[in-house]
């Protein structure tokens, strides 16, 4: 079995067994075993859903620190257009690129040029595209997980076009070294990440050997480090100081903002893994109709409602609102070339460089015969539980706690029913 990384771990110290990390894991994840939580490697798409309900703040971060230590001559830092809706409207995102300078970055690059340029190759590749529809994005991380683990047979239906992040860390990689004399190892690229799948997506890519990034932050640590450098500099900031070339753009990092970025007709946009899997199971069962293309966010209203994030998704949102109206032509559109971005397309260049596969779990890697074995196994364990779903056996489940007993992880006793009336 492969050996996956998580962005975030359990602080078995702090960790007290309340169970309510485990009831809202979306893939059932997460076991209660001897008062501990414990995560599945194989089964969690690191939504972030434990981290913002743990009670006992036991499961924590696996992120980088914002001192970064690592010997590059050269420090890139690439935030998340979420990053300028934590702060509100009276702090110019440029300065949020300034404060980014003093903690010892030599140049911030936003990604969205690489977005505006995206969404232009993903109206030209559905113009060619012949096959099984409704395409999905290939956006966020943790719902391309989440079919890889429960709906692996949806795979061939993600978009198989690279994300911003990367097609902008690769492009620093290529750019720089030229224009600053420098061997492409020597430059280090940061992303501030807003939830724990974009670490993952960077750390353990699913599409490719590595990412073009050297570095990856939590936009909450970030934000803490940010925000007195950020005041010091509102106090002597003038406008002015802003170059004609600058911008910034939220652009997919809110629910709809692909689609309306790439002028879709036939779409829909859905957001919260609970409702995510709702889609993904109509489209499973053929009942999705008269869409040709699904943008689906595991975080409420997309990116901006982040476990990492400090502002609320709604106040972020109405915090970005109010910067691209204050802030004008900075926070508009951008202008892409599109004979360009033809070419690239062509080329490849806006693609993934291997697709998407579905994951193999304990349950089902195995062969088929063994398989039917433990299906018919656990509907047996099944139908003796009470099926109330009360969790006290620390399976979120009683199907779960059925699928543990096949596993070997459990005791029948374990549920304190049958216990009970094996005493009897």
């Known amino acids: 079995m492969a050996k996956y990384y998580h962005a975030h771990m359990i602080d078995l110290e702090k960790c007290k067994g309340h169970m309510l990390c485990m009831r809202p894991c979306p893939t059932q994840a997460i076991r209660v075993r001897g008062g501990k939580a414990r995560i599945s490697e194989e089964l969690c798409v690191d939504c972030g859903t434990c981290l913002s309900v743990c009670p006992s703040g036991a499961i924590v971060s696996t992120a980088d620190s914002v001192v970064n230590n690592q010997p590059f001559k050269y420090k890139v830092v690439v935030p998340s257009p979420v990053l300028y809706s934590q702060f509100d409207v009276s702090i ?5 690129h300034l404060a980014f300078c003093k903690l010892g ?20 590749y559905m113009k060619t595209y012949q096959g099984r529809l409704p395409l999905i994005s290939s956006h966020c991380p943790s719902v391309l997980r989440l079919i890889q683990v429960k709906y692996p047979d949806l795979v061939e239906l993600i978009v198989p076009l690279d994300v911003p992040r990367e097609v902008t860390a690769r492009q620093i990689k290529r750019d720089r070294p030229a224009k600053l004399g420098l061997k492409t190892e020597e430059i280090g690229v940061t992303y501030i990440a807003p939830c724990p799948a974009k670490i993952v997506s960077i750390r353990q890519p699913a599409e490719k050997a590595r990412s073009w990034f050297d570095g990856v932050i939590s936009m909450k640590d970030a934000y803490s480090v940010l925000l007195p450098q950020i005041v010091a500099i509102k106090e002597k900031f003038d406008e002015s100081q802003v170059p004609e070339d600058f911008t910034f753009n939220l652009g997919w990092a809110t629910l709809g903002g692909i689609t309306q970025a790439a002028e879709m007709e036939k779409w829909l946009a859905v957001s919260g893994l609970d409702q995510v899997m709702k889609i993904l199971d109509d489209i499973e069962n053929s009942r999705l109709r008269n869409i040709d293309f699904v943008e689906a966010m595991a975080c409420m209203l997309g990116c901006l409602g982040g476990s990492f994030n400090v502002e609320t998704p709604y106040v972020a949102r109405t915090n970005s609102i109010k910067q691209r109206d204050k802030y004008g032509k900075h926070g508009r559109g951008i202008a892409v070339d599109d004979q360009d971005i033809e070419e690239k397309l062509k080329g490849g260049y806006y693609f993934l460089e291997n697709p998407i596969l579905p994951r193999p779990t304990t349950y089902f890697d195995t062969d088929l015969e063994t398989s039917i074995k433990r299906m018919k196994e656990r509907e047996r364990v099944y139908q003796k539980l009470r099926q109330i779903d009360c969790g ?3 399976s979120p489940t009683c199907m779960a706690f059925a699928e543990d007993f096949v596993r070997g992880e459990v005791q029948l006793t374990d549920c304190i029913f049958l216990a009970q009336k094996q005493g009897q």
């Open 392 to 394: 006290c056996c620390g």
């Open 105 to 124: 970055f030599d140049e911030v690059v936003d990604v969205g040029t690489s977005s505006a340029s995206l969404a232009r190759a993903l109206v030209k």
């Open 92 to 96: 110019h995102p440029y300065i949020i």
